[in-house]
């Protein structure tokens, strides 16, 4: 499965942008779920409500926890589903898009994952349009992700596993530059019990030496 993934996003316009860098095996359930109990909150889709919401939370400079991000590409299609977890500020803000895959290992669905952390906002040289800018040490905020969900109790097993094909100094469509020592990590998730909300999920932690990563 990780042999076959793509290594990069696109813009809707064809540039490359950032990496892929995470994968989650579990149901849709168990990854909201997990994001759920880490504290993450969906991101809202692209609109006019949402894009006054988030221009106001910019000018206040304030939080808005449902706030959309920019859309990119894998394979063509836009992420099924994104979340995002923030610092009381809209400018820095943790967030990973997921896009579910056609493979199935042992029956359960497979998310690849890209996830970068907002640490600030700029504008094109004209100023006619604002962007985010990412922290650079991508790695970070993988690690992040493995932190929260393990921390949360909705693990029961990770690795990283090495991706040898994949350049370790890249850059995304505006141009931050992506520092990484290539691996991609690699989440199983624990499923909801039936009748069982997300709040109250079962710690069930990952045995981290045995899934052969850390």
Do not use: C
């Amino acid at each position: 499965v990780l042999q076959g993934l793509p290594l990069q996003t696109q813009t809707p316009a064809g540039d490359p942008s950032d990496i892929t860098n995470v994968v989650l095996i579990g149901t849709r359930e168990a990854v909201d779920a997990a994001f759920i109990e880490a504290g993450w909150t969906e991101a809202a889709k692209l609109g006019t409500t949402s894009g006054i919401k988030t221009f106001l939370a910019t000018i206040h400079n304030k939080g808005y926890e449902e706030a959309p991000v920019s859309t990119l590409l894998l394979d063509g299609r836009k992420p099924d589903v994104v979340y995002q977890k923030q610092n009381n500020t809209f400018s820095k803000r943790h967030h990973v898009r997921l896009w579910q895959q056609s493979s199935t290992p042992g029956g359960r669905p497979v998310w690849v994952g890209s996830a970068t952390h907002d640490i600030g906002i700029a504008s094109t040289s004209g100023g006619t349009k604002w962007y985010h800018r990412i922290d650079p040490r991508i790695d970070r905020e993988r690690a992040k992700i493995a932190t929260d969900l393990s921390f949360a109790g909705a693990v029961t097993g990770r690795a990283l596993a090495e991706r040898e094909d994949l350049p370790r100094d890249l850059r995304n469509a505006t141009g931050d530059r992506l520092e990484t020592d290539g691996r991609i990590l690699v989440l199983e998730l624990a499923e909801p019990k039936e009748g069982v909300a997300a709040g109250n999920l079962p710690a069930i932690l990952a045995d981290v030496s045995a899934a052969g990563g850390r």
